[in-house]
Nanobody, 119 residues
Framework: QVQLVESGGGLVQPGGSLRLSCAGS????????MGWYRQAPGQQRELVAT???????NYADSVKGRFTISRDNAKNTVYLQMNNLGPEDTAVYYC?????????????WGQGTQVTVSS
């Protein structure tokens, strides 16, 4: 059974930073691709960033240059460093994992963590 446990969300002022973490447990092959998606109120869930086990990354255009995804394969853990946050980044952020390919959401989702950017 695959589980994804997220942490690190919260309230931050515009221009601030947050770091999200997601730790996975379960079948090793389920973590070939790990990443983050987000869903704002009234919006569809969208890709933020993903990373393969070989560290090939994929970012949404809206976060390029501000967000950085990284992972620790030994721990099946993925991180999202978010800098220069703006109100448009307010959303519930979901960790995702799956066998691949990169860019295609996997079958496994975390419970979601709220990120709110507001002064």
């Amino acid at each position: 059974q695959v589980q994804l446990v997220e942490s690190g969300g919260g309230l931050v002022q515009p221009g601030g930073s947050l770091r999200l973490s997601c730790a996975g447990s379960g079948s090793h092959g389920s973590f070939n691709v790990m990443g983050w998606y987000r869903q704002a109120p009234g919006q569809q869930r969208e890709l933020v960033a993903t990373s393969t086990r070989g560290f090939t990354t994929n970012y949404a255009d809206s976060v390029k240059g501000r967000f950085t995804i990284s992972r620790d394969n030994a721990k099946n853990t993925v991180y999202l460093q978010m800098n220069n946050l703006g109100p448009e980044d307010t959303a519930v952020y979901y960790c995702n994992a799956g066998p691949g390919p990169n860019g295609v959401p996997g079958n496994y989702w975390g419970q979601g963590t709220q990120v709110t950017v507001s002064s």
